[in-house]
Structure formats: structure tokens, C-alpha cells
């Protein structure tokens, strides 16, 4: 462990040491090497949303791994993709779609702020170049993320490189505007000349604290941006495939989104594999077939890879077999009647729930207690990662009404007692 260069973790925990050294997974669980149990709370990292070590997903790797491992998608293409694709543009709205893959959340979102830049410049207005995100929102961590999606407490040392046209504040519903939006409204109507997209994480920023928004500002948004000829990129990548209590979170607001970003979750967590969604009538435009070059000159060498491929489409027929997403809805509302009375704890500031996300809120002089509490949850058996005061519930869809009852218990224990 000690050449490796932990991802969003503080010297002081390294030094803290203990870090459990996991060797492999089952169900909702996660087991070390010394043979603790733990729940895996987070879906590590808000992807393995149908638990570890699924058959038909392992099995559907190991297929595909004695098929064909790598191909390429520039220039040529593979089965595995072909149905992928296909499948994927009829989750949408509406099917007339192409997708591009990657293998990573920021990956997605770099081809889907390329594509809206190049599709303005491609039908002659080149203009329309500016991006603009949500206030903390985060789209991954890559430069070009960066720029629409910033997180202060993460990403300040980047902030003399990065810039922003303007972000989208976050919406507070007032008496004459209850959906928080009209402040949003002036930004894009003042920008809209250059403005070339909008994205932003659909009804809850994770990474800036869960913090939950109501689907009308998102229908809003989508109006909004449809009068003023600004497409519109919903960064599925943490929501998407049942999180929200639907099988996208731009369900709850019955829109149409131009770009759809969607990972983690895409393969279970199993393979690293991402994609960006595309309505045809912007892919059209991508043509050289014309007086123009409209080539899209972007790529990733695991694009599509076969066997991430192979593993979506698994996860996909489980989803749809096994009906995963509505059984969450006894499984929330149990997570909702259970962690709402916490509320009365002088330690907690508020409790917030989006579908299978519980979230409890800490008033901010616990700050100094967050370790503890994290390590009196993984003595329990509970892999949690708080997020400062903010310490949240996103298991495995899969987990048992008994499991999850179990987990908030562990959790109100281990809040402090005054």
C-alpha cells in the first residue's frame, strides 16, 4: 500500500492506517482480508447498484473474455457495441439516438461539452461556444469537467486555470417562485447568444452534499432551455439506472434531454465503461460528407470495450428480469420512516431522501466527530464515506428492507449523543 496514491483521501487518514484490504464481494457485502464482513453502504462509490459478484454479470464477463477482449470503435465495430447501443438510445425518451462510450464519468461528459461545442460550429454557429454548470456541481475531476462543474472544497487549487461563463445557481424555492428557477432563467436568457449548453446533475449534486432539487426546476430548465436554443446535458452518471426511484432521475421531470451522460451503475459497477447518448439530430450534423469536415476527432482507446459492453447489457437484463427499480419503493420508504426521526437528535441538522438515497445532516460543529463516527461505523460492519458534516445512505439496490434497517440502526448509534 504504500506506492499507492489514494483517490480523494487525506494524508491524515493514510496515517491513521487500518484501512481494511478488501479481497472480494458478495451481495450487499464487501469482505477484508482478515475476514470482516462490511456493508457496502456507498455502492463504492455509488456504482455497484445490483451488489457484487452477480452470476449472470461475472458469467457474461467471463464469456466475453474468451471471445474477444479489445476491439477498437474508430473505423469498425463489434457485436457487443452494436446491441448496446441500440438498447441504450431505446431506454430514452424517444430512440432516435447514437451513443459514443468511454470508460469513465468524465470521459462521458468531455464528449458530450465537445459535441455541443461542435455542433454549433458545424451548422455555422460558431458562437455558441460557452458552457455553463450548476454552483458545486460535479461532473468529474478532468479539466474540461472542471470548467462546468466545481466543487470549492475539492477543487480549489485548480481555480487560477479554471473558468467559468457562470454557474447556475442552486435553487431556493421562494413563495413567487417555488421551483427556485427564475434566477436561473436571467443567467441563460443573458448568455443565450453564446451559450452553447447547459449541464448540470439531475435532482441532487452528490458530491456537494447530496443536495436535492425539485423535478419542476428541471422541467423548467428544459423549457428554458428549448426557447433560448441551448441544448441541454443531463449528467446521469451517479442517478441514472434506478437510484432515483426511476430508471433515469430526468424521468421524474418528463423531459427530453439533447445529451445524456450515464456510467457506474451502466455495468453494475462491474467494468469501467461510460457513454454519452446523442440525439440524432445533433450526430446528423457530424458529417464530412458535405462542403465541411463535420468529423467528430474524438475518441478513447477503451471506447466500447467488448467486454464492459458485455457486462452493461447483463446489468441492463437484470434490471429489466428482476424488476430492480420498482422493487425500491417500499425499500425508500422505509429508508425515509426510519432515518426521519433522527431529526430530533440535537446533533442533526436535517435529514433529505431522493428514491434510495438517505442522507443525514450534521450541524456543522460536528465537524471534529465525522472521523469517529466513520470509524464506530466500520467497527460495526459499515463502509460509510461521509462527505464533511453529510453522511449518506446509497447501498445496492438489492439490499434487503432487514439490511437496510440494520445499517440505519448502525448509523444512530453512532451519531453522538449530544
Not at 481555480?159 to 421562494?174: M, N
Request: hydrophobic share 40%.
Amino acid at each position: 500500500m504504500s506506492h499507492l496514491f489514494h483517490p480523494y483521501t487525506p494524508f491524515s487518514a493514510i496515517q491513521a492506517g487500518n484501512f481494511p484490504h478488501i479481497v472480494r464481494g458478495e451481495g450487499i457485502y464487501l469482505f477484508d482480508d482478515q475476514g470482516n464482513r462490511y456493508v457496502d453502504v456507498v455502492s463504492s462509490w455509488w456504482a455497484c447498484s445490483l451488489g457484487h459478484n452477480h452470476p449472470k454479470i461475472v458469467q457474461a464477463i467471463q464469456q466475453q473474455a474468451g471471445i474477444l477482449q479489445h476491439s477498437i470503435t474508430g473505423g469498425m465495430t463489434h457485436p457487443t457495441v452494436i446491441e448496446l447501443a441500440e438498447t441504450l438510445s431505446h431506454l430514452m425518451p424517444t430512440p432516435d439516438r447514437h451513443v459514443v462510450f468511454a470508460s469513465d464519468g468524465a470521459s462521458a461528459v468531455e464528449a458530450a461539452l465537445k459535441i455541443a461545442v461542435q455542433y454549433w460550429y458545424n451548422i455555422g454557429r460558431p458562437e455558441k461556444k460557452a458552457l455553463i454548470g450548476m454552483d458545486q456541481g460535479y461532473h468529474g475531476d478532468s479539466l474540461g469537467a472542471l470548467g462546468v462543474g466545481f466543487v470549492d472544497h475539492f477543487h480549489e487549487p485548480y481555480s487560477e486555470i479554471i473558468t467559468h461563463t457562470a454557474k447556475l445557481p442552486f435553487p431556493q424555492p421562494t413563495p413567487t417562485d417555488p421551483n427556485g428557477f427564475e434566477p436561473s432563467r436571467t443567467i441563460i436568457t443573458a448568455h443565450a447568444n453564446h451559450l452553447a449548453a447547459i449541464i448540470l446533475e439531475p435532482l441532487c449534486l452528490g458530491s456537494a452534499g447530496m443536495k436535492m432539487y425539485p423535478a419542476d426546476y428541471l422541467k423548467q430548465l428544459a423549457e428554458c432551455c428549448k426557447e433560448n436554443e441551448v441544448l441541454l446535458i443531463v449528467d446521469e452518471i451517479a442517478m441514472g439506472f434506478g437510484r432515483t426511484g426511476e430508471r433515469f432521475a430526468h424521468n421524474h421531470a418528463g423531459i427530453d434531454p439533447d445529451l445524456v451522460c450515464i456510467g457506474k451503475a451502466l455495468t453494475g459497477g462491474y467494468m469501467p465503461l461510460s457513454a454519452c447518448i446523442i440525439k440524432d439530430r445533433l450526430y446528423d450534423t457530424f458529417s464530412n460528407l458535405g462542403c465541411r469536415d463535420g468529423t467528430f476527432y474524438h475518441g478513447n482507446t477503451y471506447a466500447g470495450h467488448p467486454i464492459g459492453c458485455a457486462a452493461a447489457l447483463a446489468a441492463l437484463r437484470i434490471y429489466e428480469a428482476e424488476n430492480t427499480v420498482a422493487n425500491t419503493t417500499e425499500k425508500a420508504a422505509t429508508m425515509r420512516d426510519q432515518m426521519k426521526p433522527l431529526e430530533q437528535r440535537s446533533c442533526v441538522k436535517e435529514t433529505r431522501f431522493l428514491g434510495m438515497i438517505g442522507v443525514v445532516e450534521l450541524h456543522s460543529q460536528y465537524a471534529d466527530k465525522m472521523p469517529h463516527i466513520k470509524y464506530a461505523l466500520r467497527q460495526a460492519g459499515y463502509l460509510f464515506r461521509p462527505l464533511g458534516t453529510i453522511i449518506y445512505l446509497m447501498p445496492p439496490l438489492i439490499i434487503s428492507i432487514d439490511d437496510l434497517t440494520k445499517a440505519i440502526n448502525a448509523l444512530a448509534d453512532a451519531l453522538p449523543s449530544e
